[in-house]
């Protein structure tokens, strides 16, 4: 299927990949029915480079994959069955008004997802608001970068996952990978890592395993899950000993230091060590390495982001760029790897519990006033924030009776998944969009088929901020809708005949007024220019607010004058000086004169290390982590669904070290039952020495007995309500004769 040429019928359409944050550019060329990918060479972000789930997503748009008709489940069998539109939307209006009327409006919840175009998840946050009135949306962007996106609001004022392009990253110095498997989770984005190292700069990776990633890197460091924080507080520790502070940007761009020091101070190298397990030579390479260029770079992924304190790591990792001078300058920075497609966008504009559009505080009067105006309703109609993801799935058939999903898989997903499987069944009502019958939409009483990525036009905002625009390639099978239909339909269902067009680009026009002056402004962005440019990188406020050059284009690395800046309403980030009339060129490079914050200071985290929300004991003495593989996506919804794919990465396993492995007494192959408070899973062993020997790991894409999220625990991060993905307790055993059955049988 890959890099053929373009048919000679159709020239084949610019668009891009459903699936992660980087949104690879590709052609999708139709000859004679068949949908092939063409390269796109001419793309910055991959230059024409796919993983194979890229270069695999036209299987997807096969009508055998996927759902071509709704299904509401017959009262009389308890099955789904096909239904047709008018009935399906019908039976959702219906019930949803009735839970309403008998239990109000918070009683229906809503809940959406980051692979959302920013068109849906405007209108969903819209509809949550407006037509059902309820408080209670949230998303699975809470389950992936909403610790780094809380510590980075603190740190900067406002975050946006990487505040420099990906270009960036061959002519820095040093990048600290914290917790990221690229190779896997974004392959194309190893290049730049690639050409870094080619250009004499170094990688530092850390990671409890020897992934592919960490193969590349010229220090891999492997700490016990869940000890983020106190390396980085062990490097800045060092930093600080060795007179490597930067005490002139300390002093001219931030504030905190003092507060955060002591914490710094308290934790001395073979504390650090103890904590972490990371030797004490390793972390004084490590400093020397970050230390030794002028420029340098942290980039957080999930590992250290999805813990009980993952907003406190991922600020400790920040301090630790602020103390050495090593943000809000060219090719020096902190930055986080989002992670869906619309991981960054999908936030901005209100499906998050706490938000509006544009990046807004549902909280904050004046962020209401605007968004209400835009919208046509009263200021104080628009609910308070509601519950986070895991407390509102939590809540399912206690005081929420109804559900409308989109674009979600919560019973893979979620944490403590039985539980959260549990709470869906107790729903009164459930309705699911989704394209394929997921695990999650098969609960449902009502079954959307919607359209997806190459059958409809949407804007999404990759990991570097940049607004792309994902264009429709092929046509829809019949019977199937897209979101946005389903979304207007049901809110003229329930009285709301305005406000929902079905014209994603209609949808963005309204969209751009309601962003004006957040921080997250796109007013100035139109689907005309994401044509022309290679995306554009917000803020991008309307014309003529501000457009010169950014310092970074065509200047020497490092050296040159920042401009001047404006400061955008609302505390944004500033973007480049005013020049009136001209059309902002969008901010592919935040921070660099100042930062976001009111007095534009950035602000060091007081920060402190502790324990994960469940340590190993004698009862379940291995720490389990969870992740990804390279062939596999989320939930596997989509993937598994990919004969491709699914060949290349047919099932669940538990990665373990021999020591481990014999300690249990199993061979590679063997079945492995994975027990925590939770439940217990049973996955085949994969043994290999790149683990720690007290650490195992799961990928979570798959349902059913080896499903991860049995084992995983919801503690909460208490900042940005992110769930411990990456640390809880466990105990193994082989499966086939449990620890129970072993102890009561005969010997
Ligand atoms: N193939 C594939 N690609 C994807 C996805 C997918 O499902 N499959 N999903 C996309 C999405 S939504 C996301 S969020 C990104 C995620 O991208 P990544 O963050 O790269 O993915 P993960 O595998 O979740 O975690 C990365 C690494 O963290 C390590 N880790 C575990 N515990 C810890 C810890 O305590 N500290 C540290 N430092 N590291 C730890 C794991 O061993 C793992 O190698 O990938 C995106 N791309
Ligand atoms: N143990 C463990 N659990 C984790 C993680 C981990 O590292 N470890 N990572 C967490 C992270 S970072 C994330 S992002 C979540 C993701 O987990 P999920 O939220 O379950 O994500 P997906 O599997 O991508 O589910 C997306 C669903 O939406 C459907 N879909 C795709 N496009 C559209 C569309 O345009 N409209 C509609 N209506 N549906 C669509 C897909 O078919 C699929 O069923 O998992 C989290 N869970
Ligand atoms: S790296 Fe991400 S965006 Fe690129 S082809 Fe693979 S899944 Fe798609
Ligand atoms: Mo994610």
């Not at 919804?637 to 373990?656: D, I, M, S």
């Not at 650490?695 to 349902?703: E, G, I, L, S, Y």
Request: negative net charge; aromatic residues 6%; contains cysteine.
């Amino acid at each position: 299927m890959p890099n053929l040429a373009p048919s000679d019928t159709a020239p084949p359409t610019l668009t891009h990949c459903p699936y992660c944050a980087l949104q690879c550019g590709m052609g999708l060329a139709v000859d004679g029915g068949r949908v092939e990918v063409v390269e796109r060479a001419d793309f910055p972000v991959n230059r024409g480079a796919l993983c194979g789930k890229g270069r695999t997503a036209p299987a997807l748009l096969d009508r055998a994959a996927r759902l071509t008709e709704p299904l509401v489940r017959d009262p009389e069998t308890g099955e789904l069955a096909p239904a047709s539109w008018d009935e399906a939307l019908g039976v959702i209006a219906g019930r949803l008004q009735g839970t309403r009327d008998e239990h109000g409006a918070d009683a229906v919840a809503v809940f959406g997802g980051g692979g959302l175009t920013n068109e849906k998840a405007y209108a969903l946050g819209k509809f949550a608001r407006v037509v059902l009135g309820t408080s209670q949306i949230d998303y699975n962007g809470r389950f992936c970068m909403s610790s780094a996106a809380a510590a980075g609001r603190k740190a900067f004022g406002v975050d946006r996952g990487l505040p420099f392009p990906l270009e960036d990253i061959p002519r820095t110095g040093c990048v600290i990978l914290v917790g990221s498997n690229l190779a896997e989770t974004m392959p194309p984005a190893l290049r730049y890592f690639t050409e870094l190292r080619e250009n004499g700069g170094t990688l530092i990776v850390i990671d409890p395993r020897r992934t592919k990633t960490a193969e590349q890197a010229d220090l891999h460091l492997a700490p016990r899950p869940g000890t983020d924080l106190a390396l980085a507080l062990g490097m800045l520790h060092l930093v600080v000993t060795q007179g490597r502070t930067d005490e002139a940007f300390i002093a001219e761009r931030t504030t905190g230091w003092e507060g955060a020091r002591p914490a710094v101070m308290a934790h001395w190298p073979e504390l650090v060590e103890r904590i972490t397990g990371v030797p004490v030579p390793q972390l004084r390479r490590a400093v020397e390495m970050f230390c030794a260029p002028e420029n340098a770079m942290v980039l957080t992924a999930r590992g250290p982001e999805q813990q009980a304190k993952g907003t406190d790591t991922v600020g400790a990792w920040i301090n630790l760029c602020l103390a050495t001078g090593r943000a809000g300058r060219p090719l020096s920075g902190y930055g986080c790897l989002t992670g869906q497609g619309n991981g960054q966008g999908g936030r901005e504009h209100g499906q998050k519990a706490d938000q509006l559009p544009g990046y807004r505080d549902l909280a904050d009067p004046a962020a209401r006033a605007h968004v209400a105006e835009v919208w046509g309703v009263a200021p104080e109609s628009l609910p308070r924030p509601g519950r986070s993801a895991y407390e509102l799935l939590d809540a399912l058939g206690g005081d929420i009776k109804s559900l409308i999903l989109m674009a979600s898989n919560p019973v893979v997903s979620a944490p403590r998944a039985a539980h959260i499987e549990e709470r869906l069944r107790s729903l009164d009502f459930l309705a699911v969009a989704d394209v394929v019958l997921s695990e999650t939409a098969a609960l449902a009483d009502v079954v959307l088929p919607v359209t997806q990525w190459a059958e409809e036009t949407g804007t999404l905002t990759n990991l570097e901020g940049r607004v792309l625009l994902r264009r429709r390639a092929v046509t829809a099978p019949s019977g199937v809708r897209s979101d946005l239909d389903v979304l207007s339909e049901l809110a003229a269902r329930l009285g709301v005949e305005k406000g929902f067009p079905t014209d994603p680009e209609e949808v963005f026009e309204e969209l751009r007024r309601a962003s004006a002056g957040g921080a997250a402004d796109y007013s100035g962005i139109t689907y005309r220019r994401l044509v022309e440019e290679d995306g554009v990188f917000w803020p991008c406020p309307e014309n003529g607010e501000t457009g010169t050059v950014d310092p970074m284009d065509g200047a020497v690395p490092g050296g040159g004058t920042a401009p001047k800046s404006t400061k955008a309403p609302d505390g944004a980030a500033p973007g480049p000086a005013k020049t009136p009339g001209a059309q902002h060129p969008g901010t592919p490079r935040l921070f660099l004169d100042r930062f976001a914050t009111p007095d534009g200071r950035a602000r060091f985290a007081a920060v402190t290390h502790r324990p994960a929300a469940e340590e190993t004991d004698a009862e379940y003495p291995v720490v389990l982590t969870t992740g990804r593989v390279l062939a596999q996506y989320q939930s596997g919804a989509q993937t598994r669904r990919v004969p491709e794919l699914n060949a290349a990465a047919p099932g669940p396993f538990v990665q373990l070290h021999p020591r481990l492995a014999d300690r249990i007494g199993v061979g590679e192959g063997d079945p492995v039952a994975v027990v925590s408070r939770r439940g217990r899973a049973v996955a085949p062993a994969r043994i290999t020495t790149g683990i720690r020997a007290d650490t195992v790991f799961m990928p979570f894409h798959w349902a059913g007995e080896g499903r991860a999220n049995t084992l995983t625990n919801p503690a909460l991060d208490p900042t940005s309500r992110m769930p411990e993905f990456k640390v809880c307790a466990v105990r193994l055993e082989p499966a086939a004769h449990r620890a129970d059955e072993v102890n009561s049988a005969p010997a």
